[in-house]
Protein backbone atom coordinates (compact mmCIF):
# COMPACT_ATOMS: atom_id res chain seq x y z
CA UNK A 1 0.00 0.00 0.00
CA UNK A 2 1.43 3.78 -0.78
CA UNK A 3 1.45 6.02 2.20
CA UNK A 4 -1.47 7.70 1.05
CA UNK A 5 -3.22 4.77 0.78
CA UNK A 6 -2.56 3.76 4.44
CA UNK A 7 -3.48 7.09 5.71
CA UNK A 8 -6.73 6.85 3.42
CA UNK A 9 -7.49 3.67 5.56
CA UNK A 10 -6.77 5.27 9.06
CA UNK A 11 -9.39 7.71 8.24
CA UNK A 12 -11.72 5.60 7.14
CA UNK A 13 -11.76 3.56 10.44
CA UNK A 14 -11.84 6.78 12.29
CA UNK A 15 -14.73 8.60 10.62
CA UNK A 16 -18.54 8.27 10.03
CA UNK A 17 -19.19 6.22 7.13
CA UNK A 18 -20.97 9.43 5.36
CA UNK A 19 -18.42 11.70 6.42
CA UNK A 20 -15.56 9.74 5.04
CA UNK A 21 -18.05 9.01 1.94
CA UNK A 22 -18.29 13.05 1.47
CA UNK A 23 -14.46 13.38 1.79
CA UNK A 24 -13.38 10.40 -0.40
CA UNK A 25 -15.74 10.54 -2.96
CA UNK A 26 -15.61 11.83 -6.29
CA UNK A 27 -18.98 13.14 -8.54
CA UNK A 28 -20.23 11.42 -11.11
CA UNK A 29 -18.39 8.09 -12.21
CA UNK A 30 -15.32 8.93 -10.60
CA UNK A 31 -13.44 9.23 -13.65
CA UNK A 32 -11.80 12.22 -13.04
CA UNK A 33 -11.14 11.76 -9.14
CA UNK A 34 -9.56 8.41 -10.43
CA UNK A 35 -7.91 10.10 -13.30
CA UNK A 36 -6.13 12.56 -11.34
CA UNK A 37 -3.94 10.25 -9.13
CA UNK A 38 -3.18 8.36 -12.69
CA UNK A 39 -1.90 11.77 -14.68
CA UNK A 40 0.73 12.20 -12.23
CA UNK A 41 2.25 8.39 -12.35
CA UNK A 42 2.15 8.74 -16.61
CA UNK A 43 4.67 11.69 -15.67
CA UNK A 44 8.16 10.48 -16.26
CA UNK A 45 11.02 11.48 -14.40
CA UNK A 46 14.39 12.18 -16.14
CA UNK A 47 16.64 12.08 -13.56
CA UNK A 48 20.00 14.42 -13.30
CA UNK A 49 23.11 12.36 -12.30
CA UNK A 50 26.15 13.48 -10.40
CA UNK A 51 25.47 16.92 -8.92
CA UNK A 52 26.19 18.06 -5.75
CA UNK A 53 22.46 17.36 -4.08
CA UNK A 54 24.19 17.09 -0.28
CA UNK A 55 22.10 19.64 1.02
CA UNK A 56 18.58 20.18 -0.35
CA UNK A 57 16.46 23.15 -0.34
CA UNK A 58 12.54 23.03 -0.81
CA UNK A 59 11.78 26.25 0.25
CA UNK A 60 10.19 28.91 -1.92
CA UNK A 61 7.72 31.24 -1.82
CA UNK A 62 3.69 31.63 -3.20
CA UNK A 63 2.77 35.20 -3.95
CA UNK A 64 5.90 36.31 -1.96
CA UNK A 65 4.66 34.03 1.37
CA UNK A 66 8.24 32.21 2.29
CA UNK A 67 7.04 28.48 3.49
CA UNK A 68 9.67 25.47 3.92
CA UNK A 69 8.13 23.37 0.68
CA UNK A 70 6.09 24.10 -2.35
CA UNK A 71 3.19 22.27 -0.87
CA UNK A 72 0.08 24.25 0.64
CA UNK A 73 -3.16 23.32 2.56
CA UNK A 74 -6.17 23.39 -0.30
CA UNK A 75 -9.46 24.69 0.89
CA UNK A 76 -11.45 22.42 2.18
CA UNK A 77 -14.88 22.69 3.64
CA UNK A 78 -16.01 21.65 7.24
CA UNK A 79 -12.93 20.53 9.44
CA UNK A 80 -15.16 20.13 12.42
CA UNK A 81 -16.45 16.72 10.76
CA UNK A 82 -13.28 15.37 10.59
CA UNK A 83 -12.14 16.49 13.98
CA UNK A 84 -13.79 18.48 16.97
CA UNK A 85 -10.95 21.22 16.42
CA UNK A 86 -11.75 21.74 13.00
CA UNK A 87 -10.06 24.08 11.18
CA UNK A 88 -8.30 25.54 14.32
CA UNK A 89 -6.25 21.77 14.10
CA UNK A 90 -5.75 22.66 10.88
CA UNK A 91 -4.34 26.06 11.31
CA UNK A 92 -2.26 24.62 13.59
CA UNK A 93 -0.91 22.01 12.35
CA UNK A 94 0.00 23.72 9.09
CA UNK A 95 1.63 26.44 10.68
CA UNK A 96 4.00 23.95 12.53
CA UNK A 97 4.93 22.33 9.34
CA UNK A 98 5.96 25.90 7.61
CA UNK A 99 3.19 25.93 5.61
CA UNK A 100 -0.15 27.85 4.34
CA UNK A 101 -3.08 27.24 4.41
CA UNK A 102 -6.37 28.15 2.34
CA UNK A 103 -9.04 28.33 4.61
CA UNK A 104 -12.63 27.70 2.98
CA UNK A 105 -15.66 29.99 2.55
CA UNK A 106 -17.37 26.75 4.42
CA UNK A 107 -14.90 26.97 7.07
CA UNK A 108 -16.71 25.43 10.30
CA UNK A 109 -15.04 27.27 12.60
CA UNK A 110 -14.77 31.51 12.92
CA UNK A 111 -12.63 32.91 10.45
CA UNK A 112 -11.29 35.58 13.27
CA UNK A 113 -10.48 32.25 15.25
CA UNK A 114 -8.42 30.12 12.18
CA UNK A 115 -6.89 33.55 11.42
CA UNK A 116 -5.39 33.70 15.21
CA UNK A 117 -3.85 30.27 15.16
CA UNK A 118 -2.74 30.68 11.40
CA UNK A 119 0.82 30.90 10.01
CA UNK A 120 0.29 32.49 6.49
CA UNK A 121 -2.99 31.97 5.25
CA UNK A 122 -5.19 32.81 2.08
CA UNK A 123 -9.18 32.77 1.82
CA UNK A 124 -11.50 30.60 -0.74
CA UNK A 125 -14.16 32.93 -1.88
CA UNK A 126 -17.72 31.11 -2.53
CA UNK A 127 -19.24 34.32 -4.37
CA UNK A 128 -22.78 33.46 -2.30
CA UNK A 129 -25.79 34.47 -3.56
CA UNK A 130 -25.72 37.14 -1.21
CA UNK A 131 -23.49 39.24 -2.90
CA UNK A 132 -23.83 41.96 0.53
CA UNK A 133 -22.68 38.54 2.76
CA UNK A 134 -19.71 37.58 0.55
CA UNK A 135 -18.67 41.24 0.87
CA UNK A 136 -18.81 40.76 4.53
CA UNK A 137 -16.73 37.56 4.35
CA UNK A 138 -14.02 39.33 2.10
CA UNK A 139 -13.94 42.29 4.68
CA UNK A 140 -13.85 39.98 7.74
CA UNK A 141 -11.11 37.95 6.12
CA UNK A 142 -9.23 40.78 4.92
CA UNK A 143 -9.53 42.25 8.26
CA UNK A 144 -8.41 38.80 9.56
CA UNK A 145 -5.39 38.84 7.95
CA UNK A 146 -5.19 36.70 5.21
CA UNK A 147 -3.02 37.63 2.35
CA UNK A 148 -4.62 36.70 -0.70
CA UNK A 149 -7.98 35.59 -1.91
CA UNK A 150 -8.57 32.24 -3.90
CA UNK A 151 -11.59 33.45 -5.95
CA UNK A 152 -13.42 29.38 -7.02
CA UNK A 153 -14.49 29.30 -10.44
CA UNK A 154 -15.80 25.69 -10.78
CA UNK A 155 -18.61 25.33 -8.71
CA UNK A 156 -21.67 28.06 -10.06
CA UNK A 157 -23.62 24.55 -8.46
CA UNK A 158 -21.71 21.65 -6.41
CA UNK A 159 -21.64 18.75 -8.00
CA UNK A 160 -23.36 15.75 -7.75
CA UNK A 161 -21.40 12.92 -5.63
CA UNK A 162 -23.00 9.76 -5.46
CA UNK A 163 -21.33 8.21 -2.77
CA UNK A 164 -22.64 10.95 -0.67
CA UNK A 165 -26.42 9.90 -0.95
CA UNK A 166 -27.26 13.04 1.09
CA UNK A 167 -26.62 10.64 4.18
CA UNK A 168 -24.12 13.72 5.70
CA UNK A 169 -26.35 16.23 7.98
CA UNK A 170 -23.95 19.11 8.44
CA UNK A 171 -24.45 20.01 11.82
CA UNK A 172 -26.16 23.92 12.10
CA UNK A 173 -23.59 24.56 14.22
CA UNK A 174 -21.04 24.01 11.46
CA UNK A 175 -22.69 24.94 8.74
CA UNK A 176 -23.57 28.74 10.39
CA UNK A 177 -20.16 29.25 11.92
CA UNK A 178 -19.76 32.19 10.26
CA UNK A 179 -23.00 33.04 8.89
CA UNK A 180 -24.98 33.34 12.88
CA UNK A 181 -27.29 36.39 11.49
CA UNK A 182 -28.58 34.54 8.45
CA UNK A 183 -32.12 33.72 8.13
CA UNK A 184 -32.25 32.32 4.66
CA UNK A 185 -30.12 29.77 4.72
CA UNK A 186 -30.41 29.73 0.50
CA UNK A 187 -28.74 33.16 0.60
CA UNK A 188 -24.83 31.75 1.45
CA UNK A 189 -25.62 28.75 -1.64
CA UNK A 190 -23.19 29.64 -4.21
CA UNK A 191 -24.28 32.49 -7.10
CA UNK A 192 -24.48 30.62 -10.44
CA UNK A 193 -23.62 34.07 -11.95
CA UNK A 194 -19.99 34.74 -11.41
CA UNK A 195 -17.46 36.23 -13.97
CA UNK A 196 -14.18 37.67 -14.90
CA UNK A 197 -15.84 40.78 -13.56
CA UNK A 198 -15.67 39.17 -10.22
CA UNK A 199 -11.80 39.29 -10.10
CA UNK A 200 -11.81 43.30 -10.11
CA UNK A 201 -15.04 43.20 -7.70
CA UNK A 202 -12.80 41.22 -5.09
CA UNK A 203 -9.45 43.14 -5.19
CA UNK A 204 -11.24 46.33 -5.38
CA UNK A 205 -12.84 45.34 -2.16
CA UNK A 206 -10.11 43.91 -0.49
CA UNK A 207 -7.26 45.28 -2.37
CA UNK A 208 -5.77 41.28 -1.87
CA UNK A 209 -3.98 39.46 -4.97
CA UNK A 210 -6.76 37.52 -6.34
CA UNK A 211 -6.25 34.00 -7.67
CA UNK A 212 -8.58 32.13 -9.77
CA UNK A 213 -9.00 28.33 -8.45
CA UNK A 214 -10.41 25.64 -10.81
CA UNK A 215 -8.93 27.07 -14.14
CA UNK A 216 -8.33 23.67 -16.40
CA UNK A 217 -7.65 25.45 -20.01
CA UNK A 218 -4.97 27.98 -21.10
CA UNK A 219 -7.79 30.70 -22.65
CA UNK A 220 -9.73 30.42 -19.32
CA UNK A 221 -5.95 31.48 -17.82
CA UNK A 222 -5.34 34.51 -19.78
CA UNK A 223 -8.60 35.86 -19.43
CA UNK A 224 -8.13 35.52 -15.41
CA UNK A 225 -4.94 37.71 -15.99
CA UNK A 226 -6.20 39.88 -18.10
CA UNK A 227 -9.68 40.69 -15.72
CA UNK A 228 -6.34 41.41 -12.96
CA UNK A 229 -5.78 38.36 -11.16
CA UNK A 230 -2.24 37.49 -10.09
CA UNK A 231 -2.40 33.82 -11.38
CA UNK A 232 -4.69 30.61 -11.34
CA UNK A 233 -5.05 27.11 -9.63
CA UNK A 234 -5.52 24.60 -12.07
CA UNK A 235 -7.90 22.24 -10.14
CA UNK A 236 -11.10 19.89 -10.87
CA UNK A 237 -11.76 20.22 -7.11
CA UNK A 238 -10.18 17.00 -6.73
CA UNK A 239 -12.68 15.43 -9.13
CA UNK A 240 -15.89 16.60 -7.37
CA UNK A 241 -17.22 19.07 -10.19
CA UNK A 242 -17.34 18.03 -13.61
CA UNK A 243 -17.01 14.33 -13.80
CA UNK A 244 -15.06 13.48 -17.38
CA UNK A 245 -12.71 17.06 -16.90
CA UNK A 246 -9.59 16.80 -17.21
CA UNK A 247 -6.96 15.46 -14.86
CA UNK A 248 -4.95 18.53 -13.60
CA UNK A 249 -1.58 17.03 -14.83
CA UNK A 250 -2.91 17.15 -18.27
CA UNK A 251 -4.09 20.68 -18.12
CA UNK A 252 -0.94 22.29 -16.53
CA UNK A 253 1.04 22.45 -19.18
CA UNK A 254 -1.46 24.15 -21.80
CA UNK A 255 -2.11 27.05 -18.63
CA UNK A 256 2.05 27.02 -17.63
CA UNK A 257 2.26 28.47 -21.77
CA UNK A 258 -0.49 30.64 -21.37
CA UNK A 259 0.51 32.52 -18.40
CA UNK A 260 3.70 32.74 -19.69
CA UNK A 261 5.27 33.86 -16.23
CA UNK A 262 2.84 36.91 -16.18
CA UNK A 263 1.64 35.17 -13.10
CA UNK A 264 2.17 32.31 -10.78
CA UNK A 265 0.28 28.69 -11.11
CA UNK A 266 -0.63 26.21 -8.31
CA UNK A 267 -2.26 23.27 -9.25
CA UNK A 268 -4.00 20.72 -7.06
CA UNK A 269 -5.55 17.10 -7.42
CA UNK A 270 -4.32 13.80 -6.82
CA UNK A 271 -0.97 15.00 -5.55
CA UNK A 272 -0.19 11.91 -3.12
CA UNK A 273 3.51 11.97 -2.74
CA UNK A 274 6.96 13.95 -3.32
CA UNK A 275 7.43 12.87 -6.98
CA UNK A 276 3.95 14.18 -7.56
CA UNK A 277 5.46 17.29 -5.86
CA UNK A 278 8.66 17.20 -8.00
CA UNK A 279 6.32 16.31 -11.24
CA UNK A 280 4.10 19.44 -10.73
CA UNK A 281 7.21 22.32 -10.46
CA UNK A 282 8.70 20.52 -13.55
CA UNK A 283 5.56 21.13 -15.79
CA UNK A 284 5.91 24.65 -14.26
CA UNK A 285 3.72 24.98 -11.68
CA UNK A 286 5.01 27.08 -8.67
CA UNK A 287 3.53 24.67 -5.73
CA UNK A 288 0.28 21.90 -5.31
CA UNK A 289 -2.40 21.99 -2.78
CA UNK A 290 -3.21 19.21 -0.91
CA UNK A 291 -7.26 18.34 -0.14
CA UNK A 292 -7.66 14.84 1.26
CA UNK A 293 -4.39 13.97 2.39
CA UNK A 294 -4.77 16.79 4.76
CA UNK A 295 -8.05 15.69 6.00
CA UNK A 296 -7.22 12.36 6.57
CA UNK A 297 -4.38 13.47 8.85
CA UNK A 298 -6.60 16.18 10.65
CA UNK A 299 -9.25 12.78 11.28
CA UNK A 300 -6.76 11.04 12.53
CA UNK A 301 -4.16 13.05 14.52
CA UNK A 302 -5.97 16.42 14.84
CA UNK A 303 -3.22 19.39 14.40
CA UNK A 304 -0.35 16.69 14.54
CA UNK A 305 -1.56 14.81 12.19
CA UNK A 306 -1.51 17.49 9.66
CA UNK A 307 1.40 18.48 10.80
CA UNK A 308 2.49 15.17 10.09
CA UNK A 309 1.28 14.93 6.42
CA UNK A 310 3.07 18.11 5.48
CA UNK A 311 6.08 17.18 6.24
CA UNK A 312 6.31 13.54 5.34
CA UNK A 313 5.15 14.88 1.89
CA UNK A 314 7.74 17.36 1.74
CA UNK A 315 10.57 15.24 3.30
CA UNK A 316 9.91 13.43 0.28
CA UNK A 317 9.89 16.02 -2.11
CA UNK A 318 13.53 16.40 -0.82
CA UNK A 319 14.73 12.66 -1.35
CA UNK A 320 12.76 12.95 -4.78
CA UNK A 321 14.34 16.44 -6.03
CA UNK A 322 18.03 14.46 -4.20
CA UNK A 323 17.61 11.48 -6.20
CA UNK A 324 16.56 13.68 -8.82
CA UNK A 325 19.53 15.52 -9.07
CA UNK A 326 17.97 19.22 -8.49
CA UNK A 327 19.01 20.64 -4.83
CA UNK A 328 16.70 23.44 -4.86
CA UNK A 329 13.09 24.41 -6.42
CA UNK A 330 14.59 26.64 -9.10
CA UNK A 331 16.71 23.54 -10.14
CA UNK A 332 12.93 21.98 -10.75
CA UNK A 333 12.89 22.53 -14.33
CA UNK A 334 10.71 20.95 -17.79
CA UNK A 335 13.83 18.66 -18.40
CA UNK A 336 13.18 16.60 -15.64
CA UNK A 337 10.21 15.14 -17.21
CA UNK A 338 8.84 13.68 -20.07
CA UNK A 339 5.41 12.02 -20.82
CA UNK A 340 5.89 8.22 -20.25
CA UNK A 341 4.08 5.01 -21.17
CA UNK A 342 0.83 4.83 -19.13
C1 LIG B 1 -14.20 17.22 1.30
C2 LIG B 1 -13.74 18.30 0.35
C3 LIG B 1 -14.24 19.58 0.50
C4 LIG B 1 -13.82 20.58 -0.37
N1 LIG B 1 -14.25 21.85 -0.15
C5 LIG B 1 -13.80 22.84 -0.96
C6 LIG B 1 -14.17 24.18 -0.70
O1 LIG B 1 -14.88 24.48 0.26
N2 LIG B 1 -13.71 25.13 -1.56
C7 LIG B 1 -12.90 24.83 -2.63
O2 LIG B 1 -12.51 25.73 -3.38
N3 LIG B 1 -12.51 23.57 -2.87
C8 LIG B 1 -12.94 22.57 -2.05
N4 LIG B 1 -12.50 21.31 -2.28
C9 LIG B 1 -11.51 21.03 -3.35
C10 LIG B 1 -10.08 21.15 -2.84
O3 LIG B 1 -9.74 22.49 -2.60
C11 LIG B 1 -9.06 20.61 -3.84
O4 LIG B 1 -9.28 21.19 -5.10
C12 LIG B 1 -9.06 19.09 -3.99
O5 LIG B 1 -9.41 18.45 -2.79
C13 LIG B 1 -7.67 18.63 -4.42
O6 LIG B 1 -7.66 17.29 -4.68
P1 LIG B 1 -7.11 16.16 -3.66
O7 LIG B 1 -8.17 15.99 -2.60
O8 LIG B 1 -6.97 14.99 -4.54
O9 LIG B 1 -5.79 16.63 -3.06
C14 LIG B 1 -12.92 20.28 -1.42
C15 LIG B 1 -12.43 18.99 -1.55
C16 LIG B 1 -12.82 17.99 -0.68
C17 LIG B 1 -12.24 16.62 -0.83
C1 LIG C 1 -19.95 23.02 0.53
C2 LIG C 1 -19.29 22.45 -0.70
C3 LIG C 1 -19.60 23.29 -1.90
C4 LIG C 1 -17.82 22.33 -0.44
C5 LIG C 1 -17.07 21.76 -1.60
O1 LIG C 1 -16.51 22.48 -2.37
C6 LIG C 1 -16.98 20.31 -1.79
O2 LIG C 1 -17.53 19.56 -0.98
O3 LIG C 1 -16.33 19.91 -2.75
Not at 250 to 276: N, Q
Amino acid sequence: MTPYAILEERARAVLPRPVFDYYAGGAGDEDTLAANARAWSAVRLRPRVLRDVSRVDTSTTVLGARIAAPVLVAPTAFHRLAHPSGELATAEGTAAAGSLLVLSTRSSTRIESVAAAAGPWWFQVYLLRDRGLTKEFVQRATAAGARALVLTGDTPYVGRKRRDRGSLAIPDEDFRANLERLTDVALAEQAANVTFDDIGWLHELSRLPVLVKGVLRGDDAARCLEAGAAGVVVSNHGGRQLDGAVATAEALPEVVEAIAGRGEVLVDGGVRSGRDVVRALALGARAVLLGRSVLWGLATEGAAGVQRVLTEVQEDTAHVMALAGASSVDEVTSDLVTLGAV
